[in-house]
Structures are given as structure tokens and as C-alpha cells.
């Protein structure tokens, strides 16, 4: 049963009547929209791009990161387009633009540093694995996937933080599981609320249907795959950071691998979390 000051919430509510909600990020939209017109080329949405320069600047950082580890330097977006493609270009957009948004939470409830800290490593560590998994999706659809798979945890802190800190703090001190706990107190979990925002925002259903199936592991579907990449990745940078054990049957892989994975996402975070969050 859901607590009680939240009588028949639903995950749809909480998203209504904010507009840093319910308004998706409009240049990723006009930058989709530009690519995937036949009579606009890649000059032109390098100019959407060009428009807000403080992207611009983060993007090209970006892109001569060791993310790519490009052997010389790219100084423009249009240039950078060519390199990395459209599909890739539209997923850091999104990322950043989204980093943005989402850190900005009151200071005591949810450290965003930490949150988005663990939120990257996820994601990198999901562009990893996918690598080494026989998958049809590809790789920059499992990083962003993996990057904002516990998005719903910020919109709780945003729109029910006394009842996101009851959670937490019951998870604490208790060790119970956080996603029965949120369902017990709230009604239902964060992975549906992330895929509820997702799904208002219109983004590609590879991330809405990743979000939801994160907390069921034994459901099937087109995005069953990468919704087993990402929870396995998410297992995998917790072990790293917090040095804990942990099941990763799941994730397919040998010890050396999953060392490597380690080991290469621990050399490329450091420099990708300061360009992705500048905010210290």
C-alpha cells in the first residue's frame, strides 16, 4: 500500500505542472529535427550547435577526450559530426544538456556530484560491456541508456523530497530494498517514473524501455538486452566505487574482461565527469 500523504499518486503526476519537467530540451529536439531532414546537412545542425556556445565549447572538449581518443585535434562541430556521426552527436546533447538541468537539487537531500559521478561511470561502463555482448543495439544508445537509468531518483528529490528522504533513510538504516521501499511509501518505484519522463519527452524508446525494465530482470522484450547491459554496469561501477562484492552473473563476462572494463573506465572518467559536470 502507498504511504499516506501520497493517496493514489502516479508517477504522471509528479511530472505535471513543472515546467523544467515537462518541457524536453528544445535544442536537442531542433537538432534531431535538422538531421533527420533530407535537404539540411551537416553544416546546419552544426550551427544549431554553434548557437549556444557554452555547448559548443563542452562538445568539442568532448570529442578530444580520451572518450574517443582521436589522434589529432577537432576544432569544429561540423568536423566533429563527420567524425563521430549524428546518432552520437544527438547523445551527448542530450547528456549534457540534461546534467544540466538535473543539478541544481537542494544541498543535505542527494549529493548531484555523486548521483551524476555514478550515473557516468554506469554509462561507461554499459558502452563497455555492450561491446562484448552479442547485441543489436548500439553503443551510444546503451551509453546514454546507462547515463540516465536512475533519472527518476532526481525527479522524486525534486517533486516528493520528504517522501525521497524517507526512502533513503529507511534504506540506510535498515538495508531493505530500495525499490520495494519506494513502491511501500510512494506507490512506485523511480525506474517508472524515469521512464515516465522519458516517455513525456519523446526520446527514443530504447531509453523509456530500459528505465522500466531496470527493477525486472525476468521480462522479455525488444530492449531486454540492453536493460541487462545497463543493470549490469550500474552493478559493476558500484563494486568499483564503493569496493563492494556483487552478483554479476548476469553481465556474461570473464574476470580479465570485466578487470579491462575496470581499469578503461577508470582511466577515461576523470576527464569526461569535469567536461560533462563543470559544476563544482
Same mark, same amino acid.
Given at each position: 500500500m502507498p504511504h499516506s500523504d501520497s493517496p493514489n499518486l502516479t508517477a504522471a503526476d509528479l511530472l505535471k505542472g513543472d515546467l523544467q519537467l515537462t518541457s524536453p530540451p528544445a535544442i536537442y529536439f531542433e537538432l534531431k529535427k535538422t538531421i533527420e531532414d533530407p535537404y539540411k546537412s551537416i553544416i546546419d545542425a552544426g550551427e544549431i550547435i554553434n548557437k549556444d556556445p557554452a555547448l559548443s565549447i563542452r562538445l568539442l572538449k568532448l570529442v578530444n $577526450? +580520451?572518450?574517443?581518443?582521436?589522434? !589529432?585535434?577537432? =576544432? %569544429?562541430? !561540423?568536423?566533429?559530426? %563527420? #567524425?563521430?556521426? %549524428?546518432?552520437?552527436?544527438?547523445? &551527448? =546533447?542530450? !547528456?549534457?544538456?540534461?546534467?544540466?538541468?538535473? $543539478?541544481? #537539487?537542494?544541498?543535505?537531500? &542527494? !549529493?548531484?556530484?555523486?548521483?551524476w559521478a555514478m550515473s557516468l561511470r554506469s554509462a561507461l561502463t554499459a558502452k563497455e560491456l555492450a561491446a562484448h555482448w552479442d547485441t543489436n543495439e548500439n553503443d551510444e544508445a546503451i551509453f546514454i541508456c546507462g547515463l540516465l537509468h536512475e533519472i527518476g531518483k532526481l525527479v522524486f528529490y525534486r517533486r516528493i523530497p520528504e517522501l525521497a528522504r524517507e526512502v533513503g533513510l529507511l534504506v540506510e538504516s535498515t538495508n531493505a530494498d530500495e525499490i520495494e521501499t519506494e513502491r511501500s511509501i510512494i506507490g512506485f518505484d523511480h525506474y517508472e517514473t524515469g521512464a515516465e519522463l522519458a516517455k513525456?519527452?519523446?526520446?527514443?524508446?530504447?531509453?523509456?524501455? %530500459?528505465? +522500466?525494465?531496470?527493477?525486472?530482470?525476468?521480462?522479455?522484450?525488444?530492449?531486454?538486452t540492453a536493460a541487462a547491459i545497463v543493470r549490469s554496469a550500474n552493478r559493476i561501477a558500484k563494486m568499483a566505487f564503493f569496493d563492494t562484492e556483487t552478483d554479476l552473473s548476469e553481465a556474461g563476462i570473464s574476470d580479465e574482461q570485466l578487470s579491462n572494463i575496470i581499469d578503461k573506465v577508470h582511466d577515461q572518467f576523470e576527464e569526461i565527469f569535469n567536461i560533462f559536470y563543470p559544476h563544482r
Open positions: $577526450s +580520451a572518450f574517443f581518443g582521436f589522434p !589529432s585535434r577537432i =576544432v %569544429t562541430i !561540423s568536423h566533429a559530426i %563527420t #567524425l563521430i556521426g %549524428t546518432q552520437e552527436l544527438q547523445n &551527448l =546533447v542530450l !547528456s549534457t544538456l540534461i546534467i544540466d538541468r538535473f $543539478s541544481m #537539487l537542494p544541498n543535505g537531500m &542527494l !549529493s548531484m556530484h555523486d548521483f513525456l519527452w519523446k526520446l527514443p524508446e530504447i531509453i523509456s524501455e %530500459t528505465i +522500466a525494465l531496470h527493477a525486472h530482470p525476468d521480462s522479455t522484450g525488444r530492449y531486454q
